[in-house]
């Protein structure tokens, strides 16, 4: 059963003398007991105003949100049993450190002896046990945001959430928080929602994230379903690195499937019986389609598209080899040394089994086999 449902919900701002600025739409999205879930996209997509209606900061416009099986949109934000860490730390500048932490457990009518210990122990799981009694403005940004996520993560709470909680860490304290942190949601069972732009934090903290794009919940998915089986020309070109390769093609009915071409250069034979009823039918009604196809997917050496190399990179465990092909760029991504120089002519392999193809509205119509 869902722990947190977000139903059709919708944030518009409206200020005076200017736009009304759509953030969110119609958003539903459902979060299970015990989840961790990223929410990935770029800057101002909606992700902190989603995070700011879940925890009562901001109302919905419309919608409805519902945590525990109780209605919350309506509730104070200390009434909704949220938690949550802002963007920008919010702590309270007259308190200590130490304080600022305890502060939140203050309503929970806790033993003086268990705050304190409570307060230690989550001070030391992000490396700030040795400022608690410093105040916030005589500590740096990155140790603020710590103190900020500790003061979230030390209550009790239903929901968690968390809004780009390490944005200020450098890299390698980032990756030894978020293995802890993972630890400390998983072992409590705790339902945690994190704001993320980092897609590699994203995978490596979530099990489900959801792509919000523009106000819009693309997809929200395991990391392997996102890649494997993108719902859109959006999350097919946002998740990955490098990024899938698209090519814009014509589309005639040939053998029973679907001849699917670029200029005079590049055509593949998409078999009938590897399409659905709904991909055949969409494949027969439209002139043009978009195709992916992921760069680890293509092969180099062999194959048909004759490509011309624009670069080509050995990084170490992998090649990273770009050729242009009838005005399109293609990378391939291999795990040998490829001996190709910048202008020469070398085959790149593309299969019909390994390409996305894309609708007019963006759509996927087809997932490549085995993504
Ligand atoms: N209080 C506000 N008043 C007006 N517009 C806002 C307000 N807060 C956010 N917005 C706008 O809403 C959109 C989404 O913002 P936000 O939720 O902060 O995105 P993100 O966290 O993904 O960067 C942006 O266009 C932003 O400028
Ligand atoms: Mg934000």
């Known amino acids: 059963m869902a722990m947190l449902e977000i139903q059709n919900v919708d944030k518009v701002y409206r ?88 502060f939140a457990l203050k309503a929970q009518q806790l033993s003086r002896s268990e705050i304190s210990r409570r307060v230690e122990a989550i001070a030391r799981l992000v490396e700030i046990e040795d400022i608690l009694d410093s105040f916030p403005r005589a500590i740096s940004g990155g140790q603020q945001q710590r103190v900020s996520l500790a003061r979230a993560l030390v209550r009790d709470a239903d929901l968690y959430l968390l809004d780009e909680p390490m944005g200020q860490l450098e890299p390698q304290l980032r990756a030894v928080l978020r293995g802890r942190i993972k630890g400390l949601l998983a072992e409590r069972g705790m339902t945690a929602i994190f704001v993320t732009h980092d897609q590699t934090e994203a995978s490596a903290l979530a ?19 996102l890649k494997n089986r993108p719902a859109n020309l959006f999350v097919a070109s946002f998740i990955g690195e490098p990024p899938m390769n698209l090519l814009e093609t014509e589309v005639a009915a040939a053998d029973g499937g679907f001849r699917l071409s670029v200029g005079s250069d590049i055509a593949f034979q998409i078999p009938g019986d590897t399409l659905d009823h709904a991909a055949r039918q969409a494949l027969a009604q439209t002139k043009r389609v978009r195709i992916g196809i992921r760069p680890q997917k293509v092969a180099v050496g062999t194959g048909d598209v004759r490509v011309r190399v624009v670069s080509n990179q050995w990084l170490g465990d992998q090649s990273h080899v770009a050729g242009e092909c009838a005005g399109h760029l293609l990378i391939a991504v291999t795990p040998s040394r490829i001996a190709a120089r910048p202008g020469d002519v070398i085959p790149f392999a593309l299969e019909p089994r390994h390409l996305h193809i894309f609708g007019a509205d963006g759509a996927c119509i087809r997932h490549a086999e085995g993504g």
Do not use: W
Request: with cysteine; hydrophobic share 40%.
């Open 15 to 102: 200020s005076r003398g200017k736009a009304p600025v759509h953030a969110v739409r119609a958003l539903d999205m459902a979060v299970k007991k015990g989840e961790i879930v990223a929410l990935l996209g770029s800057s101002g997509c909606g992700k902190t105003s989603t995070l700011r209606m879940i925890a009562g900061f901001e109302s919905v416009t419309s919608g409805a949100i519902a945590l525990s099986q109780r209605r919350i949109d309506e509730l104070p934000p200390a009434k909704r049993k949220v938690a949550m860490a802002f963007e920008g730390y919010s702590l309270y500048p007259p308190l200590t450190v130490r304080e600022n932490i305890a």
């Open 207 to 225: 099990d489900r994230i959801a792509v919000m794009e523009d106000g819009v919940l693309q997809q929200f998915a395991s990391e392997k379903e």
